[in-house]
């Protein structure tokens, strides 16, 4: 049991590049989130995926495009990456089996530089 | 709307010290509150929960009591040793039945010196 998880772990791209990360989690869980974690910022949401075939735009969804290809997998898109998406991104997944059913899971993360 | 906000860090200790680390919330429900603990290059994992009024969440020799009066959900540890050290962040999840989105604070980085 894997749990939630990411790839890559590290990436560096060039400014305009783009580039998928890939989150998978083995838990049956219905929902899946795609998070940032900036320094004095906190987590923030970008996308989240309620079940499989339904995605809804969280607090920073500008400049990403999210896939949930099967109940297992959430992608994260940037088409055309910029300096402003350097960060450290989280996958996170919640629901069947759960108690409260909110409580989520995180992945290990990937840390992205954009130059 | 929701929001969480938290004791700014960074916060240094010394080994055996007792830490508080506050934290309170607004929220237009009844939420559930949670406190998530980051060690260093790894991802988020829930440290404890409380998801009624009065509840103390516990694990791992930290605690937590859910104050609705108070509309808060601050962190303590008797007794803390180097390996707590990490960056915590406390949470809630809006109170809304069926909602299953967080609102996250912004964590604090906690180090515990030898």
């Known amino acids: 049991n894997a749990g939630v998880t990411q790839t890559p772990k590290f990436q560096v791209l060039k400014t305009g590049q783009s580039m998928t990360l890939q989150c998978a989690q083995d838990?049956?869980?219905?929902?899946m989130y795609w998070y940032r974690q900036d320094p004095g910022m906190g987590l923030r949401l970008i996308y989240y995926?309620?079940?499989?075939?339904?995605?809804d735009k969280g607090e920073v969804p500008n400049g990403y495009n999210v896939s949930r290809l099967n109940k297992r997998e959430f992608s994260l898109r940037l088409e055309s990456a910029a300096p402003s998406q350097t960060s450290v991104y989280f996958c996170?997944?919640?629901?069947?089996?759960?108690?409260?059913?909110?409580?989520?899971?995180f992945g290990p993360g990937t840390r992205l530089t954009v130059l | 709307g929701n929001s969480v906000t938290q004791m700014e860090g960074p916060v240094t200790l010394s080994e055996e010290a007792f830490l508080t680390i506050n934290c309170t919330y607004t929220?237009?429900?009844?939420?559930?509150l949670f406190w998530y603990v980051q060690y260093p290059g790894e991802g988020l994992q829930l440290l404890l929960k409380?998801?009624?009024?009065?509840d103390k969440g516990s694990n791992k020799g930290f605690e937590a009591t859910y104050r609705k009066e108070t509309t808060s959900f601050h962190l303590e540890k008797g007794s803390v040793q180097v390996s707590d050290s990490a960056v915590y962040f406390c949470?809630?999840?809006?109170?809304?039945?069926?909602?299953?989105?967080?609102?996250f604070g912004t964590g604090t980085r906690l180090t515990i010196i030898p």
């Open positions: 996170a997944s919640s629901g069947v089996g759960t108690s409260p059913l909110n409580e989520q899971f």
């Open positions: 838990m049956n869980h219905n929902s």
């Open positions: 995926s309620a079940s499989e075939g339904t995605t």
């Open positions: 929220a237009t429900g009844y939420p559930s």
């Open positions: 409380a998801t009624k009024a009065d």
């Open positions: 949470a809630h999840d809006g109170g809304f039945f069926g909602n299953e989105k967080l609102t």
